[in-house]
């Protein structure tokens, strides 16, 4: 019969951390709460600490995390979990099934703001134009080619299915997805990008992946395309993205994500009128969503049961 635990999980972000600790569903006789809201205050509880549930906790104290035994990121992304100074012992986890509606919807909106013509008529309305030349267009009869299809990248293709597109994915093992009319492997990324109208990257940030979009890549698409980056920053050469930009070799890229964040005032991307900035908000943490994940998951590490959506280390997601 498995061990019934106690423990103590320290809750860590740098804004309303206390906000999502008051979402934590556990017997208060078996669990334990320290919040932090920087790492001083961090530091103070982190040798307690069992869990650490949190986003973008600092590497230097995990020396100081002697029972540190999970981690659960406050996101689907963890690439800034994975880091050398993480001991061996701890077991990685992700938040899943959280996500994928809310980036299906940005990423659909942006989509449809690009094919019913919305900046334009808003510019004409703006110089109270009449513009009956201008006319629409469907999603339906596009091609959406999504370049990473774990859970969010599958709900994407779900959404954009429904509303008549062709979905082309692309993915490490190329096996195929219901509802995806064919899977590349990464090593067939531009023979993918050259059938999209619009491409959507929402694959993890690793080492195969990093600069996975760059001029070659660009070439490859098709002058009417549109990039959608919701995954990574350094998924793109930047420099790259911008050549291709400014010379409309791409028709536009909707950006959610960059290099570096917040996207610096001076970065030419900003003033590109084919370019659309988010500061990182197609997928929302909010208090409300996000701890049913981790309430699941701490309820089976209460039980001694396997955790469920841990991250493999050493490939990185």
Same mark, same amino acid.
């Given at each position: 019969?498995?061990?019934?635990?106690?423990? @103590?999980?320290?809750?860590?972000?740098?804004?309303?951390?206390?906000?999502?600790?008051?979402?934590?569903?556990?017997?208060?006789?078996?669990?334990?709460?320290?919040? #932090?809201?920087?790492?001083?205050?961090?530091?103070?509880?982190?040798?307690?600490?069992?869990?650490?549930?949190?986003? +973008?906790?600092?590497? #230097?104290?995990?020396?100081?995390?002697?029972?540190?035994?999970?981690?659960?990121?406050?996101?689907?992304?963890?690439?800034?979990?994975?880091?050398?100074?993480?001991?061996?012992?701890?077991?990685?986890?992700?938040?899943?099934?959280? %996500?994928?509606?809310?980036?299906?919807?940005?990423?659909?909106?942006?989509?449809?703001?690009? @094919?019913?013509?919305?900046?334009?008529?808003?510019?004409?309305?703006?110089?109270?134009?009449?513009?009956?030349?201008?006319?629409?267009?469907?999603?339906?009869?596009?091609?959406?080619?999504?370049?990473?299809?774990?859970?969010?990248?599958?709900?994407?293709?779900?959404?954009?299915?429904?509303?008549?597109?062709?979905?082309?994915?692309?993915?490490?093992?190329?096996?195929?997805?219901?509802?995806?009319?064919?899977?590349?492997?990464?090593?067939?990324?531009?023979?993918?990008?050259?059938?999209? &109208?619009?491409?959507?990257?929402?694959?993890?940030?690793?080492?195969?992946?990093?600069?996975?979009?760059?001029?070659?890549?660009?070439?490859?698409? +098709?002058?009417?395309?549109?990039?959608?980056?919701?995954?990574?920053?350094?998924?793109?050469?930047?420099?790259?993205?911008?050549?291709?930009?400014?010379?409309?070799?791409?028709?536009? #890229?909707?950006?959610?994500?960059?290099?570096?964040?917040?996207?610096?005032?001076? =970065?030419?991307?900003?003033?590109?009128?084919?370019?659309?900035?988010?500061? =990182?908000?197609?997928?929302? &943490?909010?208090?409300?969503?996000?701890?049913?994940? %981790?309430?699941?998951?701490?309820?089976?590490?209460?039980?001694?049961?396997?955790?469920? =959506?841990?991250?493999?280390?050493?490939?990185?997601?």
């Amino acid at each position: 019969m498995a061990a019934r635990r106690t423990a @103590t999980v320290l809750v860590y972000r740098q804004s309303e951390a206390d906000a999502f600790a008051a979402h934590v569903r556990a017997p208060r006789d078996r669990v334990k709460i320290h919040v #932090a809201a920087s790492p001083d205050a961090a530091a103070k509880v982190v040798g307690e600490a069992d869990v650490v549930w949190g986003w +973008k906790f600092p590497p #230097a104290l995990y020396a100081k995390a002697p029972r540190l035994a999970w981690l659960e990121t406050m996101g689907a992304g963890v690439d800034w979990a994975l880091v050398t100074e993480l001991p061996s012992r701890v077991t990685v986890t992700r938040a899943a099934g959280i %996500f994928g509606p809310w980036m299906a919807e940005y990423t659909l909106g942006w989509c449809l703001r690009a @094919t019913q013509r919305m900046a334009e008529y808003r510019e004409a309305q703006r110089a109270r134009h009449w513009r009956a030349d201008l006319m629409p267009d469907r999603l339906a009869g596009k091609t959406m080619v999504i370049v990473g299809l774990g859970e969010i990248g599958r709900t994407i293709a779900r959404a954009a299915r429904s509303l008549g597109m062709k979905i082309i994915g692309v993915s490490r093992s190329g096996r195929g997805a219901a509802g995806v009319s064919r899977v590349y492997r990464n090593a067939q990324l531009t023979r993918a990008l050259a059938e999209g &109208d619009f491409v959507v990257l929402i694959m993890p940030l690793t080492a195969a992946t990093r600069g996975i979009i760059g001029e070659r890549e660009l070439a490859a698409m +098709k002058s009417s395309a549109w990039l959608v980056n919701i995954g990574r920053g350094p998924l793109v050469d930047e420099a790259a993205l911008v050549r291709a930009l400014t010379g409309k070799r791409i028709a536009g #890229a909707v950006l959610d994500v960059f290099a570096t964040e917040p996207l610096p005032p001076e =970065h030419p991307l900003w003033a590109l009128d084919n370019v659309v900035v988010t500061p =990182h908000i197609a997928g929302p &943490d909010v208090p409300e969503e996000l701890p049913a994940a %981790f309430n699941a998951n701490l309820t089976r590490y209460l039980a001694g049961r396997p955790l469920r =959506h841990v991250v493999d280390r050493r490939r990185g997601y």
